[in-house]
């Protein structure tokens, strides 16, 4: 008879909370490609530092080209479609070596814990770090992504440590 453990639970919630965070990169990939007007906006109006509200001192930042502003939306983009592809490769193999050796089941985190950092390279030093810091997302009303994505960032990184750690057997 197969005993539930506290072991195989550990090992379900792992590849269940990456089955989470899959969803959340296919809904930001599918909201990227059927509204890219609007997210562009968006990405264009912090790169412009538009509304910053800091009278002109830090304009030099500003990033003017829309053509770069494509380009930078499409990285965001690509990065978005990458760490989706590897947090959804990660959660197969996980429910795939659910049963499977202790070191087995270790070794399917790769592409789990691979997704979790490109999205914390975006999210968190990305948007945090160069769209608050250098852009002064934070002080623009209508465009700042401060907020969003610090919950996306309180939520991916315990999500890595508790992946990678090797609590399970």
Request: glycine residues 4%; negative net charge; charged residues 15%.
């Amino acid at each position: 008879m197969n005993q539930l453990t506290t072991s195989k639970i550990i090992r379900f919630s792992k590849a269940t909370l990456m089955l989470f965070i899959s969803f959340f990169g296919l809904l930001v990939m599918y909201s990227n490609f059927t509204d890219y007007a609007s997210n562009y906006e968006s990405i264009s109006n912090i790169l412009s530092m538009e509304s910053t509200g800091d009278d002109g001192r830090y304009s030099y930042r500003a990033v003017t080209s829309h053509m770069l502003h494509h380009r930078i939306y499409w990285l965001i983009i690509t990065l978005e479609v990458i760490y989706t592809i590897f947090f959804m490769i990660g959660t197969c193999y996980l429910y795939k070596n659910m049963n499977g050796s202790a070191e087995e089941f270790h070794e399917a985190k790769k592409p789990a814990i691979i997704g979790l950092l490109i999205a914390l390279l975006l999210y968190y030093v990305g948007f945090q770090v160069i769209g608050v810091e250098w852009f002064n997302m934070d002080q623009s009303h209508a465009w700042s992504y401060k907020d969003w994505t610090r919950h996306i960032v309180d939520f991916i990184l315990p999500l890595l440590i508790y992946i990678a750690i090797r609590v399970e057997d």
